[in-house]
C-alpha cells in the first residue's frame, strides 16, 4: 500500500497536536501536513501551513500543492466557548467541514476522519450505556453541528462513494494540550492543579457522571478506525460510539489523591453543569467492539498515575528551562 499523504485540519488543538505527532511516526514526517488557523510549534517538527478551513480556496492549495490523500478534520468550536456566540459557532463547524467535504469529493481523496461527540446525545436518551441508535437531540449549537455533520457525511459516502469515517468521542484527558472549552475539561484541569500543589474548583458538581477516555486510547482508536478494512465497518453507522472510562469528580479525586494524598478539590457548579445534565453517563460501545475491535487500555488508576508522572515532567522541564534563561 501506498503511505497516505495526511492533511489535519485544526492540528494545534487537544486532539490535532498529539495526533500530529503520531501520525508523522506511522507515515513519515514528510507524509503529515499539519494546519492551524495559527502558527503551532508543530511547525518545528514537521510540514505546517497556516489555514483558515473557511477558506475553500486556501484548502484546494493546500490539498494540490502537497498531494494530500488524507484529511483528518479537527477544526470545532466545543460545547461551553460554543453557546457564547451559537451562529458562529454553526457557521464554523458546518462550513469548515462542508469546506472539507467539497475538496475531498473534488479530489477523490482516499479516506476522511471527522471527529463527533457525546454532544450529540440529550436529556432524552438512556443515560447509562447509551446505545449506538439512540434517537439524536441535542442541547448545544456543537452537539447541533456535530448531528449534522454525521449525517453529511453519510451524505458524501453514500451518494458520492466516498469513505468518511467518524468516532463519537467522550472528554478526552491528556497532558501535552490544554483542553480547548468544552465541558469535560475539568478532568484535564484537575490534574495541572494536583501536580502544582494547588487546591482545584471544579465547575461541575462531585457527582456528574461523564464519559471519558485517555488521549491515548483515543489516538489508537482514530488510526484504528481508519486502518480497518471498509467491508468490516458498517455503513448504517454514522460516527462510532466510543466508550471507555466513566466517573464523577469526586471519584477522579479519590483516584488522584491515591498518588497526591495531599490534593483538594472543591465543587462550584457553572453554567457547564447544564450542559454536562444533558449527556450520559456511560457510552455503549459494543459496535466499534465488534466491528473492528475496539479495546481500551486505560483505566482510571492508570490513567491517573501516567498523567500526574508525565505532568511532573512536563513541569520541571518548564522550570529548568526558565532557569536556566534567567
Ligand atoms: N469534550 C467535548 C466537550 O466537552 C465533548 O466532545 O465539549
Not at 467539497?102 to 479516506?111: F, G, I, P, S, V
Amino acid at each position: 500500500m501506498n503511505k497516505p499523504v495526511v492533511l489535519i485540519t485544526g492540528a494545534g488543538g487537544q486532539i490535532g497536536s498529539v495526533l500530529t505527532e503520531r501520525l508523522r511516526l506511522k507515515w513519515g514526517k514528510e507524509n503529515v501536513i499539519a494546519s492551524d488557523i495559527r502558527w503551532s510549534p508543530l511547525a518545528k517538527e514537521g510540514s505546517f501551513e497556516i489555514l483558515d478551513a473557511l477558506d475553500i480556496k486556501r484548502l484546494d492549495d493546500i490539498v494540490i500543492t502537497h498531494k494530500v490523500t488524507r484529511i483528518y478534520h479537527l477544526v470545532a468550536i466545543l460545547s461551553a466557548n460554543g453557546e457564547k456566540d451559537p451562529l458562529r459557532t454553526w457557521d464554523i463547524n458546518m462550513n469548515s467541514w462542508l469546506n472539507v467535504l467539497e475538496t475531498a469529493k473534488k479530489h477523490q481523496l482516499e479516506r476522511v476522519f471527522y471527529p463527533s461527540s457525546i454532544a450529540v446525545f440529550g436529556p432524552h436518551n438512556e443515560r447509562v450505556q447509551t446505545p449506538q441508535n439512540s434517537n439524536l437531540n441535542p442541547t448545544t449549537v456543537y452537539g447541533l453541528s456535530k448531528v449534522a455533520g454525521e449525517n453529511w457525511a453519510t451524505y458524501y459516502n453514500s451518494k458520492f462513494g466516498m469513505d468518511i469515517r467518524s468516532l463519537r468521542f467522550p472528554g478526552l484527558i491528556s497532558y501535552q494540550s490544554p483542553a480547548g472549552g468544552g465541558t469535560t475539561d475539568y478532568a484535564v484541569d484537575i490534574f495541572h492543579k494536583a501536580v502544582l500543589s494547588e487546591p482545584f474548583a471544579c465547575f461541575l458538581k462531585n457527582d456528574t457522571r461523564l464519559p471519558m477516555l485517555y488521549m491515548d486510547d483515543a489516538l489508537r482508536a482514530t488510526i484504528e478506525l481508519m486502518q480497518v478494512h471498509p467491508t468490516k465497518l458498517n455503513p448504517a453507522i454514522s460516527s462510532y460510539n466510543l466508550g471507555g472510562l466513566n466517573f464523577t469528580p469526586k471519584e477522579l479525586t479519590s483516584a488522584i489523591q491515591k498518588v497526591i494524598p495531599t490534593f483538594k478539590a472543591t465543587y462550584e457548579p457553572d453554567s457547564r453543569q447544564v450542559i454536562a445534565d444533558s449527556w450520559p453517563d456511560s457510552i455503549n460501545d459494543s459496535d466499534a467492539q465488534n466491528d473492528w475491535n475496539w479495546k481500551p487500555q486505560f483505566d482510571l488508576d492508570k490513567m491517573c498515575v501516567t498523567m500526574i508522572e508525565e505532568l511532573k515532567k512536563k513541569y520541571s522541564a518548564q522550570m529548568s528551562d526558565s532557569i536556566a534563561k534567567a
